[in-house]
């Protein structure tokens, strides 16, 4: 029973799933920290800070791939949130803008959608290949 049920884990496990599921939480992780930003709006002295999603996709992507015996680590896998520069600061030294992080957190609530019908139609094919056993029509 136990190999049946590791056989069906590796079996969903594609490349594509295991990208997706990285995407997914590099989107997690920038929209807590833009819903750390808004929750500090207020804050005197807080400065805004955000991630590059690009350069933390190729991180996760890095880090799982050197994981051991091919699993991923989600618990090895933290988000590097820099400083945002460049932003207007009011005169207690915030600098959180309502607007960008209202437009930031839209953008990334659209791509994590995104990844979630994607990691869907993964699984959707996936079940279908299972289902078909094989056949050819």
């Known amino acids: 029973m136990i190999e049946n049920s590791m056989s069906q884990t590796s079996m969903i496990e594609t490349s594509t799933t295991l990208a997706l599921t990285r995407f997914l ?13 808004l929750a500090n709006i207020d804050t005197p ?5 955000d991630l ?13 791939s050197e994981a051991e015996s091919g699993e991923l680590s989600y618990a090895a896998y933290a988000p590097v949130a820099h400083p ?36 869907k139609d993964e699984f959707h094919t996936i079940s279908q290949a299972i289902n078909s056993g094989g056949a050819s029509s």
């Open 52 to 64: 590059n999603f690009h350069a933390e996709m190729n991180r996760a992507s890095f880090e799982a």
């Open 84 to 119: 945002v520069r460049g932003l207007v600061e009011r005169p207690d030294g915030n600098n959180v803008s309502v607007e960008r992080e209202g437009l930031l957190l839209a953008e990334t609530q659209m791509k994590f959608n995104l990844g979630v019908q994607l990691l």
């Open 25 to 37: 939480d590099v989107n997690v992780a920038r929209s807590k920290l833009i819903m750390a930003n």
């Open 45 to 49: 002295g807080y400065r805004t800070r």
